[in-house]
């Protein structure tokens, strides 16, 4: 919704999300300020940097891509946003040395077109070996900054790939590379708060990037750990097989009082003839006023099975909670035909995602 189509490079779709245009915004800015002299307006320059400001970032983000590609994994876009880009892959990274290869391209093209730049301002003169220095500098500060050790930047990918390769465990990788992000986080939070007391601007930002810093390191410890455990198991091993079912004919208000009242469960199934026609939660309830309650029934209220995602068994517990979160459910129920034998509910993903980390890590 908030990304444009602007072209492709070998193939890979590049958009640009609307936020990157505060980023031009800045860059125009400065770069104007920075080459406006002796009355002549910097503007032509500025707009060309910012042009060639974007084209870094591109390239930074297709060498991701084409490694990626290189190794076997599908491409589906790249994305531009207000703080970079952002590469995205179809399939997960399976090995410490192809995260490390993809990881590092990035910041190996910035530093490549910092040298480039560097070779134009040698050769160049007056206005324009300023300019090229500039895009030099810029390209070896985007390489610099990418190496950072924290994720999502591409030096905590690369320092996860070490870790990964050392322990030859993804979790004990990215929980060690965590670690230092946080620690790196902290740091400058530390700092933040002295440099608060010379300068207010200065200290208020390296509070933030801390702060963005330490989440960031939570965020891709939990992040991983999920995908890693739930990508590994089957909905049969996770769900709940002990539940229970509402008649279609019950009214709301016994429903409330027989179901819910002093109950931690948010959602049952609906079962006629032991076959599954639907599935009521206390929020259906919502949508009436109590006192219609005594005249509504479960099965006019609830949501009908043709309306569920259906689950089975056998399926990924990794594309069933990416269901349950993008349609919003708390609780789906797991079928064996037109028979329900469980349910499955976030509660259980969370409880099943905690017991798989305690023995793994």
Not at 180 to 207: E, K, P, Q
């Amino acid at each position: 919704m908030w990304s444009m189509r602007i072209g492709n490079v070998s193939g890979i779709p590049i958009k640009l999300h609307l936020s990157w245009l505060i980023l031009a915004g800045l860059s125009i800015y400065s770069f104007e300020q920075l080459f406006t002299l002796n009355g002549q307006s910097g503007l032509p320059l500025a707009l060309l940097g910012t042009l060639l400001l974007l084209c870094s970032i591109v390239l930074h983000e297709v060498g991701h891509a084409l490694m990626a590609r290189r190794l076997g994994l599908r491409v589906t876009a790249i994305t531009l946003f207000l703080t970079g880009g952002l590469t995205e892959l179809a399939d997960d990274v399976d090995l410490p040395q192809s995260e490390f290869k993809i990881a590092l391209v990035g910041p190996l093209v910035n530093v490549g077109l910092a040298i480039a730049a560097f070779v134009g301002a040698w050769f160049s003169q007056g206005v324009w070996a300023s300019f090229w220095a500039t895009l030099a500098i810029i390209n070896g500060l985007l390489a610099v900054f990418n190496l950072l050790p924290c994720h999502p930047l591409d030096g905590g990918r690369v320092l996860r790939s070490i870790f990964w390769f050392l322990n030859d465990d993804l979790l004990r990788g990215t929980l060690q590379a965590s670690m230092i992000g946080r620690y790196l986080g902290n740091g400058l939070m530390i700092i933040g708060l002295v440099a608060l007391f010379s300068n207010a601007l200065t200290g208020s930002l390296l509070l933030l990037m801390g702060w963005m810093t330490n989440r960031a390191a939570v965020s891709n410890f939990v992040q991983t750990t999920l995908n890693y455990t739930l990508s590994r198991a089957l909905v049969g091993e996770v769900m709940t097989r002990s539940f229970r079912t509402v008649s279609p004919h019950l009214t709301l208000d016994l429903f409330a009082g027989q179901y819910l009242l002093g109950q931690a469960e948010p959602a049952f199934p609906v079962v006629h003839s032991e076959r599954l026609i639907g599935m009521i939660s206390v929020q259906h309830l919502y949508r009436y006023a109590m006192g219609e309650w005594r005249s509504i029934s479960v099965g006019d209220a609830m949501t009908p099975k043709a309306d569920l995602p259906r689950l089975n068994v056998g399926d990924s517990m990794q594309t069933a909670y990416y269901t349950m979160l993008g349609q919003r459910y708390d609780s789906l129920p797991v079928t064996d035909g037109d028979a329900v034998v469980g349910i499955v509910r976030h509660r259980d993903v969370v409880a099943f995602v905690q017991s798989a980390l305690k023995i793994k890590v």
